[in-house]
């Protein structure tokens, strides 16, 4: 798969980003969010930042899925989910080729 880099400012809340893409000829609408999940939000204190992760994750709309985990920092980690329709989509598009 190929990948194009858009980036997104870290603004806090949900960031839900729409793009339709067109690729030889064949158009096809994406919807992702970048959420940032803030450390101290984790609802059993733990020092393990990838049991806070898995937290956040397993309470998560189930019309999402996750996409991609970024670079956390001190205070959050960012983290960018896709429609799961969308996703399915996109698997169908890959076989295509």
């Not at 400012?9 to 893409?21: A, F, H, M, S, T």
């Not at 450390?39 to 806070?52: E, I, Q």
């Not at 937290?55 to 959050?76: K, M, N, V």
Request: aromatic share 12%; proline share 6%.
């Amino acid at each position: 798969m190929s990948y194009i880099a858009i980036p997104i400012p870290n603004l806090p809340g949900k960031q839900d980003i729409e793009i339709e893409v067109t690729i030889n000829g064949q158009k096809q609408a994406l919807h992702y969010r970048v959420e940032l999940f803030y450390w101290g939000d984790c609802t059993v204190p733990t020092f393990d930042r990838v049991d806070c992760i898995r937290q956040h994750l397993a309470q998560y709309d189930r019309d999402w899925t996750l996409y991609y985990i970024g670079s956390p920092t001190d205070e959050f980690v960012p983290v960018t989910f896709v429609k799961k329709e969308d996703l399915v989509k996109q698997k169908q598009l890959m076989t295509m080729s």
